[in-house]
């Protein structure tokens, strides 16, 4: 099938079209697409109802034009000169199919994005359902959402063969927020400083879990330094107003807090000194103050040593 754009003055520009449905395997999808590129002269259009951002991406950087049903669209032709695009829906719209979820949040999301966030691919849904810790009906309903929108590939019998890290944790963020997803929120302040804090904690073994600035530090190698200093102590407990007042700190507002403590979503998190990775990002891009910056320092250690954590696999 060929698709043609004539202009006005009747240039033409004809493309060889290409359509997939959502959750082909990008890496499948490419090599398709790049073979009829070197087979034909005409430039490749995919076509797609849903065109997430790890696919745009991918092919933009390959050269090949696309659209979807919900107004991304991305057209280059050298002759004539073709620059066109325009943006569509942030996430896939919604399945008419009730078996699928489409907004990452609840507690089993939680538990699936940090499972994924871990274990190395491939792997079946009652595995990771396993890992997680949450039903294989929950991981059956998530995975096809996430591979519409190319942050999973599924290979055989839908087994997780590729999982984007950090397409994921983006798109969490589109529907998680530290101080709105987790509950009893509270600010406070701690007059002497957080590093007399954090020894308090330590020394008297006080039952938190740490997360953002204070959680990644930790997973930063010795010989790099944190791209900023740390103004924000971010922790989860059971009881966040009684840990405050454990801890003698001054109950404030967002403004001029320098802790923050949060009931979490999923209680699991409480049974470790530090939050799984996936939520410590997310924490830092969703609190007040700088954490993009150190989320993006965390992510491009992680990469060295993790393709998955890269922006491109």
């Given amino acids: 099938m060929t698709a043609s754009i004539i202009g006005p003055m009747g240039d033409r520009a004809d493309f060889a079209v290409t359509y997939r449905p959502v959750g082909t395997p990008v890496r499948t999808l490419l090599a398709i697409l790049r073979d009829r590129s070197a087979g034909r002269r005409l430039p490749q259009l995919f076509i797609s109802e849903y065109i997430g951002p790890t696919l745009r991406s991918a092919l933009t950087d390959a050269a090949i034009s696309f659209t979807d049903t919900t107004g991304w669209v991305s057209l280059v032709s050298e002759s004539p000169l073709i620059l066109l ?34 274990r190395n691919t491939p792997f079946g849904v009652r595995e990771l359902a ?24 599924r290979g055989h019998r839908g087994r997780v063969v590729r999982v984007n890290r950090k397409a994921l944790i983006e798109r969490w963020v589109q529907d998680y927020s530290f101080t709105k997803t987790n509950r ?19 020394n008297f073994d006080i039952p938190v879990t740490a997360t953002g600035s204070a959680a990644a530090r930790q997973l930063l190698p010795g010989h790099v330094t ?15 107003v009684e840990t405050a007042t454990t801890l003698n700190l001054i109950l404030t507002d967002a403004a001029t807090a320098n802790v923050v403590i949060a009931s979490p979503q999923d209680s699991n998190i409480l049974d470790e000194e530090n939050a799984p990775v996936a939520s410590i990002l997310v924490d830092l891009l969703t609190l007040p103050g700088r954490g993009d910056a150190e989320a993006d320092q965390l992510i491009k250690v992680l990469a060295e040593h993790d393709p998955a954590w890269g922006t491109r696999q």
């Fill in 85 to 118: 695009s325009t943006e569509g829906a942030i996430r896939a719209p919604a399945s008419r199919r009730s078996e699928t979820v489409e907004r990452l949040n609840g507690v089993a999301a939680n538990r699936i994005i940090n499972t994924l966030c871990t």
């Fill in 226 to 240: 944190p791209v900023l200093p740390m103004r924000l102590l971010a922790l989860y407990a059971e009881s966040p």
């Fill in 184 to 202: 009893s929120v509270t600010f406070c302040l701690a007059p002497r400083g957080l590093a007399r804090l954090q020894d308090q904690i330590a």
């Fill in 130 to 153: 396993g890992w997680a810790r949450v039903s294989p009906g929950s991981v059956s309903k998530l995975l096809p959402t996430l591979a519409a929108e190319g942050i999973i590939d």
